[in-house]
């Protein structure tokens, strides 16, 4: 995972992101965001109250929300943005919210990421960036891939976090986001999308619904190179793909696989981790017009540094 981190660091470096984290109490986050801001990667943004905080912090922000000059602009955003959803008072009440706050500051764009979780559930996390960065145009839903990589090799996964059951237009939005995803650690996205069939050896509800996301996805993206329905050994064996699938150029060289439903995706990419020993980075979140990453309550300092470096670079991404 070192020389994917290095890739990153060398594609972000020089372009004055700042990434903002929200749980400034959490001492993995602090030994994390001082060595950001020590190797001038980003600029970390610690949410928190200063006086709380004993270390060096040269180099990274700390904003106070109850003190910051930005609560009451945010404040009246928020209200704007939650459409009668939400109260001027009950927009007061979330904002002093660390995660609330922070996901206001890269809605506000004084921001360019949000890097949380280390303390907080997953819901914690989501449930603003849903709420106020929201999804990007064209875009329904958010989801999880990981990268997994094992010495020189690397392969995007997803989504293997956030939805049970996607429909054929979900699974379309996932194929091509996760193409982009896999442009930005260098891999040449070559996107099956797996099944029980291969180009129609069987046909059921479940296999038809993978074949229409194929035909949207190619649709809406035709510059990426996208296939399917395939078995994962068509996906990955060439020999298996030359014999099951001729016609595709995905066949036998995908590097970019979408799972059919989260059974299979969380099912899939565990075992390549424990049986195929690969690393699993993630999950990383997708399809939001700004990213949030959401990190384990298990996660180390190393863990929220790498997060740091994604987010940022998911930043860079069109």
């Known amino acids: 995972m070192s020389k994917i981190i290095e ?23 602090i030994e994390a965001a001082v060595r950001l801001a020590e190797e001038k990667i980003l600029t970390p943004i610690l949410i928190g109250d200063e006086t709380h905080v004993s270390t060096d912090l040269t180099g990274c922000e700390i904003v106070n929300p109850e ?27 979330m904002l002093k919210k660390p995660n609330y706050f922070g996901t206001m500051m ?27 960065i929201k999804t990007k145009p064209g875009i329904t839903k958010t989801f999880g891939y990981f990268l997994m990589s094992r010495d020189d090799e690397k392969y995007i996964m997803g989504d293997c976090a956030i939805n049970p059951n996607p429909s054929s237009e979900d699974l379309a939005e996932f194929a091509i986001e996760s193409a982009k995803a896999a ?17 129609g050896s069987a046909e059921t509800d479940e296999t038809k619904k993978v074949v229409k996301a194929v035909k949207i996805a190619k649709k809406k993206a035709p510059e990426f190179d996208i296939d399917g329905e395939m078995q994962f ?43 195929g ?11 939001l017009n700004k990213p949030v990453n959401d990190l384990s309550r298990g996660c180390s300092a190393e863990d929220v540094y790498n997060t740091a470096i994604i987010t940022a670079a998911q930043s860079m991404i069109e």
């Open 7 to 29: 890739e990153l660091k060398a594609k972000i470096s020089g372009n004055n992101i700042r990434i903002v984290f929200p749980e400034s109490n959490d001492e993995r986050i």
């Open 67 to 93: 003190t910051s000059s930005l609560y009451n602009e945010f404040v009246q955003a928020l209200v704007e943005r939650r459409a009668g959803k939400c109260t001027y008072e009950q927009a007061k009440e």
């Open 106 to 132: 890269v809605y506000m764009n004084q921001a360019d990421g949000l890097v949380s979780g280390a303390a907080h559930s997953t819901g914690d996390t989501v449930r603003p960036a849903l709420q106020i």
């Open 183 to 199: 442009a930005m650690f260098n891999i040449d996205p070559k996107v099956a999308l797996l099944s029980f069939s291969t180009h």
């Open 233 to 275: 050994d068509a996906a990955f064996v060439p020999s298996v793909g030359e014999k099951k699938f001729p016609e595709s150029s995905v066949s036998g060289k995908a590097n970019t696989f979408i799972f059919p439903d989260l059974n299979s995706g969380n099912i899939g990419y565990k075992i390549a981790q424990r049986l």
């Open 277 to 287: 020993n690969f690393d699993a980075m993630g999950p990383i979140l997708a399809g």
